[in-house]
């Protein structure tokens, strides 16, 4: 954890993750929103930006741009598995996977962002429609993470929904300091 408050403000500029300790019908109907939202929000951060944009850290010592839009489509990959395996098959372990490691993956590092964004497109429409679907009973399912413990339905909606608006503002600030 850092010890500078501004590098904090620019590593979580909307916050730390509050996970809800009684998630309510209309917290969920949120969460559900946001995810559907996130592929076109993050498609409009990156609009316009060039090469040297995309390859520019959106703070001191982490990713680029580049390196975030593609996290996002890893990252919500596995969260949507996550989520589906809570559903589907309650209590299963969680695979881990390092993101740093596949951050600096080749294609990754400098590979076009269009791939990422159109797979969350498809992605996130197929996550909203399957969260819409379940029954109240299923947002308490849960699935065994390695590092957090017992995670419900409601807790990864949650932290996927925080992590959709964590990152996109990670861009917007970036564009904001820079002037783009």
Known sequence: MSTRPELDALRYPIGRLERAAEPTPEDRARWIAELERLPAELRSAVEGLDAARLDTPYREGGWTVRQVVHHVADSHVNGYVRFTLAVAEAGRTAALYDQDAWAAL?????????????????????????????????????????????????????????????????????????GW
């Open 106 to 178: 080749p294609f990754v590092r400098t590979g076009p962002v269009e791939p990422s964004l159109t797979l969350l497109d498809g992605l996130h429409a197929r996550w909203a429609a399957t969260a819409r679907s379940l029954g109240t009973a299923d947002f308490g399912r849960t699935i065994e993470h390695p590092e957090h413990g017992a995670m419900t339905v409601d807790d990864l909606l949650n932290l996927y929904a925080w992590h959709s608006r964590h990152h996109v503002a990670h861009v917007h600030g970036l564009r904001e300091r820079e």
